[in-house]
């Protein structure tokens, strides 16, 4: 069973701290890993993808990957109050044919 | 730009009445999916086509029926609903060989 495994908060930080999010998976196959904001009501919107150990940095956003504990996780610098939303971590194979799975999902509630 | 395209936005069904939500993109994207989130369950793929012609199970297909009409348009049918079908859904759709999704809007159904 693929699984994908995300704290559902609330996590709760103050604006202008750092908002760490995690995901865990159970797959050591996977290859890919993507982590989506969703505002109340709206739909998923991609911010981050990563394929690689290490990290990968983009604005204010850093997401981290270690394969060996299989653990993927989203730091936000800087958190603002309209950050504010729920995180979906998603691991994926690169194949093409094979859909991601989701976790179900971390609030992140910045305060100002 | 559209991108992904769903309708309708809300439905109120009756339990036993049938429907059938609509999704089209105009991005030229080979694969297309169908998802249901419910509070605290994420993300669950219903259906999905990795490109035209094709069409696979996904997490949650029972009481589902989908259509892959043309390469753009991937309809989802409920033939009986259930007030277990009460549910969000998005549909997405993804390029070839890439495992970006890019959601609609999504469909708000409750089924009494």
């Known amino acids: 069973q693929k699984e994908v495994e995300q704290n559902s908060g609330p996590l709760s930080v103050p604006e202008g701290a750092i908002a760490s999010l995690n995901c865990t998976y159970s797959?050591?196959?996977?290859?890919?890993f993507f982590w989506y904001r969703q505002y109340s009501g709206k739909s998923p919107e991609l911010i981050m993808f990563i394929y690689s150990n290490g990290d990968k940095e983009d604005g204010r956003f850093t997401a981290q990957l270690n394969k060996a504990s299989q653990y993927v996780s989203l730091l936000i610098r800087d958190s603002q109050p309209s950050d504010s939303a729920t995180y979906l971590c998603a691991a994926g194979w690169n194949s093409g044919n094979t859909p991601l799975v989701f976790g179900k999902g971390t609030r992140l509630s910045v305060i100002a | 730009n559209a991108g992904v395209t769903q309708t309708p936005k809300f439905q109120v069904l009756k339990t036993g009445q049938s429907m059938t939500l609509q999704c089209a993109q105009d991005?030229?994207?080979?694969?297309m999916y169908w998802y249901r989130q419910d509070p605290g369950m994420g993300l669950r793929l219903i259906y999905y086509s990795a490109s035209e012609g094709t069409t696979d199970k996904g997490e949650v297909p029972n009481g589902y029926n989908v259509s892959r009409l043309n390469k753009r348009e991937f309809s989802l049918r409920l033939e009986s609903a259930a007030p277990s079908q009460t549910s969000v859904y998005f549909c997405?759709?993804?390029?070839?060989?890439?495992?970006?999704?890019?959601f609609g809007s999504g469909t708000q159904l409750s089924v009494l």
């Open positions: 997405a759709s993804s390029a070839l060989r890439s495992e970006k999704l890019f």
């Open positions: 797959d050591r196959g996977s290859q890919s």
């Open positions: 991005m030229n994207h080979n694969s």
